[in-house]
């Protein structure tokens, strides 16, 4: 079979299961369940913790009260807990999240990430030709540890 044809096989079959209504879906399941003779389903107790780290820090502007202007609010703490608990009489789930805000005292400054050149690398240096507009390479050198020096005033060369 061509990648044409299956894909066209593909096509007729999601329109075959398009055409279905879910009342026609569901009659279909139930008669496939009728043939088993009983379900068994493992017990589940589900206790889990979410980790909500990435919001820590973020920060919005809040009124403490009507009579005062906005401030700048941080979220200090975010906790999620969820539940499930699943046996033969039924299933539960249960689900909390809580955040705790403090006032912004300074900005929160983003991490330095500093770019260092620490080992030899290619300089390219271009500029616009007036007449064209196209880049154009005016200055390339492969810069070696050798040539690493403070180069004093740039005005004397």
Not at 45 to 69: P, Q, R, V
């Amino acid at each position: 079979m061509t990648e044409k044809q299956y894909l066209k096989a593909v096509g007729q079959k999601i329109k075959t299961l398009r055409e279905i209504s879910a009342e026609e879906m569901f009659n279909v399941k139930r008669k496939e369940y009728q043939s088993y003779s009983s379900v068994t389903i493992p017990k589940i107790d589900l206790n889990c913790e979410s980790d909500l780290s990435y919001l820590l820090g973020m920060s919005f502007m809040a009124k403490l009260n009507s009579s005062e202007k906005e401030e700048e609010m941080c979220l200090s703490q975010a906790l999620q807990q969820t539940k499930f608990k699943l046996n033969e009489h039924g299933a539960r789930a249960k689900s909390a999240a809580a955040v705790a805000v403090t006032r912004c005292a300074t900005s929160i400054r983003p991490k330095e990430n500093p770019l260092v050149f620490d080992e030899p690398f290619l300089l390219w240096m271009r500029k616009e030709d007036l007449h064209t507009g196209d880049l154009v390479d005016y200055f390339t050198a492969y810069l070696d540890i050798d040539c690493w020096k403070d180069p004093g005033d740039l005005s004397s060369m």
